[in-house]
């Protein structure tokens, strides 16, 4: 397992997330039955990297689904910055995969110091969070021994849509029949992880050629996929190695626009769901214009390469687990395609000269 590459990992997320989906009542139990107490008017969510993409992907369905705000904020500003905190009513949710993080150790330290209850969403290890945390929720998906995380992104997801949806169901603010269709239109959406990959593998092969020559690229996407587009973006720029950024669509129109010139490649995340109509419009428009314009997910009107049919499910709340896979691959495809080597680090000293975690990778 630790020969594994970014690939076999993305292979393992489909059964991963479908485990956790089974066994979500004794993953969330303690979480469920805590945020039910009612205390809780505000929930913060902590950590750095793929882990903080993960909760600005979640953050949307945690808000419905628990009914109080859920505000992201990276682990280094929660422990640095001089923000309000309510200490009787914040519930702190530090989430980090390995819990090795500095930055994350030091914002559950500094929810302690604050007298504010908090749990670490993390793996199984007892790490220095779950030793620093008040509680623990864990993401049951095995280790991910290399640094682009793909199966960990999509299974913190899951996990933090899971505390949500336990927790109104113990809270009442969802019925036996609302609880049992989320779970079964989440069931749906996981199980089509796998077919999802394997379109996209073949999309690939279409594109190949324009993508290994990519050096900028900008992922648009609305609500809660802009934290797919983040993790997207963050998946190229850790293996592509080259400047991939993420953009709200519409804030995508007020400005960047105009710096995309006809080397720089747009990729739209457009699930038939929110926002789906002017991503259609915006596809069409810069399509014509532009020759490196593609969209993960179908588009009315348009018939070319550049759009992925991933046989999407296309559900309004989890959509999600879908369309993070693409841009993983699109990720892992082109690095390779490319021929770079992730043991070969740019700018290795950093890490000696600003440590990010407190121990090195456990095996
Ligand atoms: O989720 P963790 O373990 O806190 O790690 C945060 C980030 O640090 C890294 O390990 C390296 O910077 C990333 O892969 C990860 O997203």
């Known amino acids: 397992m630790s020969n594994f590459v970014m690939l076999d990992y993305i292979h393992e997320t489909q059964e991963a997330a479908l485990g956790i989906l089974e066994k979500r009542a004794e993953i969330c139990g303690e979480f469920a039955h805590d945020f039910a107490a009612g205390k809780y008017g505000r929930v913060l969510l902590t ?37 309000t905190f309510y200490p009787d009513t914040d519930l702190v949710i530090a989430v980090t995969q390995e819990g090795e993080s500095t930055n994350t ?4 330290t500094k929810a302690n110091s604050l007298g504010i209850d908090n749990f670490v969403v993390t793996e199984y290890l007892n790490n220095t969070c779950t030793q620093t945390a008040k509680k623990k929720v864990t993401i049951d998906c095995g280790r991910e021994f290399v640094g682009p995380k793909t199966k960990g992104y999509t299974c913190t997801v899951l996990t933090l849509f899971l505390m949500a949806l336990e927790a109104a169901k113990a809270r009442g603010y969802v019925d036996e029949a609302a609880y049992g269709d989320n779970v079964a239109r989440l069931g749906s959406v996981l199980r089509n992880i796998d077919p999802v990959i394997e379109k996209t593998k073949t999309w690939f092969e279409a594109v190949r050629e324009e993508f290994v020559k990519c050096e900028k690229c900008y992922v648009l996407g609305y609500g809660a996929n802009v934290g797919t587009a983040m993790e997207g973006a963050l998946k190229s720029m850790e293996t592509v190695r080259y400047p991939y950024f993420w953009f709200e669509t519409e804030e995508f129109l007020h400005g960047p626009l105009a710096s995309v010139k006809p080397d720089v490649y747009t990729v739209l995340i457009a699930p038939r769901t929110y926002g789906y109509e002017r991503a259609n419009a915006l596809f069409k428009i810069m399509h014509d214009q532009n020759p490196h314009v593609y969209s993960i997910g179908v588009q009315d009107g348009v018939e070319s390469d550049h759009v992925l049919d991933g046989g999407f499910v296309d559900d309004e709340d989890f959509s999600v687990f879908e369309y993070a896979i693409p841009l993983q691959l699109l990720a892992y495809l082109t690095y390779t395609a490319r021929g770079i080597d992730l043991q070969v680090r740019n700018y290795p000293r950093t890490r000696e000269a600003l440590p990010t975690k407190a121990k090195p990778l456990q095996r």
């Open 105 to 108: 150790i030091d914002a559950l």
């Open 47 to 83: 950590a750095s990297g793929t882990s903080y993409n993960s909760c600005v992907t979640a953050k949307y369905y945690m808000e419905k689904m628990l009914r109080v705000p859920c505000e992201t904020i990276t682990s280094y500003a929660f422990a640095h910055y001089d923000k």
